[in-house]
């Protein structure tokens, strides 16, 4: 197996997670979220928020390719193909950074575009709520949460574009440790 074709594996069973997400979770959110009433601007939030996650779908399963000429994750490795007879732990670890930072962006990026929309919605809104009423809506820009997914989000790009620095640090940190 070459790693262009393990990394493809790797991006499509991304995007089949991306799809038991949007099922499993943005659907009954979506459904719990319109029993309460739906405005225009809720009603454009749902509607952008299932075609980025729809769009994220097909572009995790249909350009894997061009995702890996992206991010370069063909690169840095030492041989053309990947023999999982001679896994050495500098591939076992550069295979579970990369794990790591494709899962912190697929599970962050809807809470962190959620959340700034509801920061815009906030700070754009013309009409203001009493006090009681914002304190017991569960509609309010959690600033803590939109700094946290987006630190997630970052952290998780950085993971996959220097996923061998990282791994090598990782060894060597726990080489000297170790020794």
Do not use: C, H
Not at 24 to 33: C, E, G
Not at 61 to 87: C, P, R, S, T, V
Not at 100 to 110: T, Y
């Amino acid at each position: 197996m070459t790693k262009k074709d393990f990394f493809r594996i790797i991006i499509k069973l991304f995007g089949l997670y991306s799809a038991i997400l949007i099922l499993f979770y943005q659907i009954p959110y979506i459904i719990q979220y319109s029993q309460f009433g739906i405005d225009v601007s809720s009603a454009l939030f749902v509607i952008v928020s299932m075609i980025i996650a729809i769009g994220l779908f097909i572009i995790l399963i249909f350009n894997a390719d061009k995702i890996i000429q992206w991010l370069k994750l063909d690169q840095g490795f030492d041989d053309e193909k990947i023999d999982f007879k001679n896994f050495n732990l500098q591939n076992i670890v550069n295979f579970s950074v990369i794990l790591i930072g494709g899962f912190l962006i697929i599970d962050n990026i809807a809470v962190f575009l959620r959340q700034i929309y509801l920061a815009f919605k906030s700070t754009a809104s013309s009409s203001g709520l009493t006090s009681m009423i914002d304190t017991f809506s569960t509609d309010q820009a959690d600033y803590f949460t939109l700094f946290s997914s987006g630190l997630s989000i970052t952290l998780g790009y950085l993971m996959l574009t220097n996923f061998t620095r990282i791994s090598k640090w990782i060894i060597k940190f726990e080489n000297s440790n170790s020794g």
